[in-house]
């Protein structure tokens, strides 16, 4: 039969003469969801392949004004990385991301929203994540397309198509009629 070990000496005890107390490991900070998924590395793949889709469809293309979609790479994954969890560096640069406010400008009805998602879901495959981390992922991108929608008029995509017009819906009271004659 086997006799259970003593209990270690704690600083203090006579077994323990002088040594200092050993400070309890304080509990390590959880990784944030860009750090769980692989940071930077993970949101420039992520974004690149997004981008690939982008560039050669007929309805998202002509919302980004620059020729180069590098700019519009940059802001997506600066963003993306602040979002979940990595550098602060979109609000440092650009301020408060105000989504709907940075799209309001756009043309964005249901069928941009469907293809946004549907260059996004290529993409989210293509960082092949673990289970929990892609849900979590797509759930997020799922319903930040949903809530940039501001049209369901089917035409006037992108901001070469001007500002839109209030011609749907009158926004002011029409005078009253004037009377006919009398008679």
């Not at 990595?86 to 406010?101: A, D, I, N, V």
């Not at 929990?132 to 940039?148: F, I, K, P």
């Amino acid at each position: 039969m086997t006799e259970p070990m003593p209990p270690l000496p704690s600083a203090g005890s006579p077994g323990n003469a002088g040594a200092a107390p050993v400070p309890a490991a304080a509990p390590a900070a959880p990784l944030s969801f860009y750090d769980e998924v692989g940071g930077h590395d993970t949101f420039v793949k992520l974004v690149d392949a997004f981008y690939r889709g982008v560039a050669d469809d007929e309805v998202l293309r002509p919302m980004y004004p620059e020729e180069d979609l590098g700019p519009a790479k940059e802001r997506l994954t600066l963003f993306l990385e602040q979002y979940w969890g990595g550098p602060t560096t979109y609000s440092q640069e650009r301020g408060h991301p105000r989504l709907r406010m940075r799209h309001a400008a756009f043309h964005v009805d249901p069928d941009a929203r469907d293809r946004w998602l549907a260059h996004m879901r290529v993409a989210v495959d293509e960082l092949h994540l673990p289970p929990l981390h892609e849900v979590t992922l797509w759930d997020y991108l799922q319903r930040a397309a949903y809530a940039m929608v501001n049209t369901f008029e089917p035409s006037g995509i992108g901001p070469a198509a001007g500002p839109r017009s209030a011609g749907g819906l009158p926004m002011t009271a029409a005078p009253p009629a004037s009377p006919g004659p009398a008679g």
